[in-house]
């Protein structure tokens, strides 16, 4: 029997690796089961950014390897950013695992066990296969989708150049490495064709991409490409870092096309002091002024944001100015994250170090702050018509007489970290059809919204 369970850990890029690791065993003849217990192998992609996600990670292996010493699975593989940072190491705490894949190892796993198959393999040494992470995937890999089938990912680009001082992410996945725009478009062509309408590009660094190519090519090139693909409705940049925003790009943003008006657009902070010692390589004047000029200049926007609070030598006086920021500039999403001390960043070793229970409390207190922002940004949409796009069936709602009750999202909203909008309607409505509807209610993240009498 060759059945597989995968569990996917972290963000929508290494989600996008997960689909071509089940799209590889697919190819090879074995069976996704959507639960561990019906399984031979179980893959787990890991996660190793932050020490939360090493946690979370290590606690979903360790469940595993309680399945197979339960003898309910014969197999566990581990793989991605955990196994890429700590392999080796973790091949000598826990024999119990038969594989750790790295970043650059997960594309060769067929053969991995086609080898597990023919021998045990008992050596440490030889469990960890863990070299340079220069796999880059492209439109031949296989990949079978693991989100709705409307709605995909695609990674334009892997590793990093930027050497942000609290990151670890350019040792696990290596110097940033552009694929070609041909490639690309006729992988956006294949999962039109499946019935996908959404493509949310992502990338480490989205608005660097092409950089690295000869001849050079750019994230504006590509979108105007990718615009053009019959099919596609919805368009959406993540990870793009405010050093890349020019001329081109803000008019391509403001055309009224597929590309939709929203931007994920990273930060981190906005004091001028911490700024350089993350090395983000920009000022806040330079923040300020181009986030008026997006507003200024792009009909619409939807703006995104990640802040960290608790960087080493976050003052008092540093975090008001960031509070003071996200306040003023009212922010349509914001992510916020308490600044974790990762191993092999310069930061780790910068002093002075912010205790837990003032980041805590800090992100606390910018939170509650974007709850109140969200909820009156969203007041001012109540009676507005804007379109859904219908992903699934819903239970009826009891505050409502509608027959008929989905789960969808607006074009202001991403797929997993923007919340939901609630569809009411009085006929069925087809999944994956993007319909106009009237904003009826609203919370800090969510909306109920109808389509009746709404044309």
């Given at each position: 029997?060759?059945?597989?369970?995968?569990?996917?850990?972290?963000?929508?890029?290494?989600?996008?690796?997960?689909?071509?690791?089940?799209?590889?065993?697919?190819?090879?003849?074995?069976?996704?089961?959507?639960?561990?217990?019906?399984?031979?192998?179980?893959?787990?992609?890991?996660?190793?950014?932050?020490?939360?996600?090493?946690?979370?990670?290590?606690?979903?292996?360790?469940?595993?390897?309680?399945?197979?010493?339960?003898?309910?699975?014969?197999?566990?593989?581990?793989?991605?950013?955990?196994?890429?940072?700590?392999?080796?190491?973790?091949?000598?705490?826990?024999?119990?695992?038969?594989?750790?894949?790295?970043?650059?190892?997960?594309?060769?796993?067929?053969?991995?066990?086609?080898?597990?198959?023919?021998?045990?393999?008992?050596?440490?040494?030889?469990?960890?296969?863990?070299?340079?992470?220069?796999?880059?995937?492209?439109?031949?890999?296989?990949?079978?989708?693991?989100?709705?089938?409307?709605?995909?990912?695609?990674?334009?680009?892997?590793?990093?150049?930027?050497?942000?001082?609290?990151?670890?992410?350019?040792?696990?996945?290596?110097?940033?490495?552009?694929?070609?725009?041909?490639?690309?478009?006729?992988?956006?062509?294949?999962?039109?064709?499946?019935?996908?309408?959404?493509?949310?590009?992502?990338?480490?660094?989205?608005?660097?991409?092409?950089?690295?190519?000869?001849?050079?090519?750019?994230?504006?090139?590509?979108?105007?490409?990718?615009v053009h693909i019959d099919g596609l409705q919805w368009l959406r940049l993540h990870y793009a870092y405010p050093h890349g925003f020019n001329d081109r790009l803000i008019r391509l943003l403001d055309s009224d096309s597929k590309l939709l008006p929203y931007i994920d657009m990273p930060l981190q902070h906005i004091d001028d002091t911490l700024l350089?010692?993350?090395?983000?390589?920009?000022?806040?004047?330079?923040?300020?002024?181009?986030?008026?000029?997006?507003?200024?200049?792009?009909?619409?926007?939807?703006?995104?944001?990640?802040?960290?609070?608790?960087?080493?030598?976050?003052?008092?006086?540093?975090?008001?100015?960031?509070?003071?920021?996200?306040?003023?500039?009212?922010?349509?999403?914001?992510?916020?994250?308490?600044?974790?001390?990762?191993?092999?960043?310069?930061?780790?070793?910068?002093?002075?170090?912010?205790?837990?229970?003032?980041?805590?409390?800090?992100?606390?207190?910018?939170?509650?702050?974007?709850?109140?922002?969200?909820?009156?940004?969203?007041?001012?949409?109540?009676?507005?018509?804007?379109?859904?796009?219908?992903e699934q069936q819903a239970p009826a709602n009891q505050e409502t007489t509608s027959e008929f009750v989905y789960c969808g999202r607006l074009t202001s909203q991403a797929p997993e970290i923007d919340g939901k909008t609630v569809v009411c309607s009085d006929s069925p409505l087809e999944l994956g059809s993007i319909v106009p509807v009237r904003i009826?209610?609203?919370?800090?993240?969510?909306?109920?919204?109808?389509?009746?009498?709404?044309?």
């Open positions: 029997m060759r059945n597989v369970h995968l569990i996917s850990l972290g963000c929508p890029k290494n989600l996008v690796d997960s689909e071509n690791i089940l799209g590889l065993l697919q190819q090879e003849g074995w069976n996704y089961r959507p639960q561990a217990e019906d399984s031979n192998v179980v893959v787990i992609n890991t996660c190793g950014f932050l020490q939360s996600a090493v946690e979370e990670s290590l606690d979903t292996v360790a469940e595993m390897v309680e399945l197979k010493k339960a003898g309910k699975v014969q197999r566990v593989i581990v793989t991605g950013c955990l196994s890429q940072r700590y392999g080796g190491q973790l091949a000598k705490d826990m024999p119990e695992v038969d594989l750790f894949l790295g970043t650059g190892n997960f594309s060769k796993i067929t053969s991995y066990l086609h080898q597990l198959n023919e021998s045990p393999i008992d050596a440490f040494s030889d469990r960890a296969r863990i070299s340079d992470p220069d796999f880059l995937y492209d439109h031949t890999t296989p990949r079978m989708q693991a989100t709705l089938r409307h709605t995909a990912y695609v990674k334009v680009s892997e590793g990093c150049n930027r050497t942000c001082s609290f990151c670890i992410i350019p040792k696990l996945r290596g110097r940033m490495r552009s694929r070609r725009i041909d490639s690309l478009v006729q992988e956006v062509e294949q999962l039109v064709a499946t019935g996908v309408v959404e493509i949310n590009l992502v990338a480490q660094d989205l608005t660097a991409y092409g950089c690295d190519l000869r001849p050079r090519q750019c994230l504006e090139d590509l979108l105007q490409q990718l350089k010692l993350m090395r983000r390589n920009t000022r806040s004047h330079a923040i300020r002024r181009l986030i008026k000029r997006l507003r200024d200049e792009v009909r619409g926007l939807t703006l995104r944001t990640t802040l960290i609070v608790g960087f080493p030598g976050e003052s008092g006086a540093a975090f008001a100015r960031l509070s003071d920021f996200v306040e003023s500039e009212r922010f349509d999403r914001l992510g916020v994250f308490a600044y974790s001390r990762e191993p092999d960043t310069s930061a780790a070793t910068m002093a002075p170090q912010i205790s837990e229970r003032v980041k805590t409390r800090r992100r606390q207190k910018l939170m509650q702050l974007q709850q109140r922002i969200s909820l009156e940004n969203h007041r001012a949409l109540l009676g507005s018509k804007q379109s859904a796009l219908i009826d209610g609203v919370g800090p993240y969510d909306f109920l919204a109808t389509t009746t009498g709404v044309g």
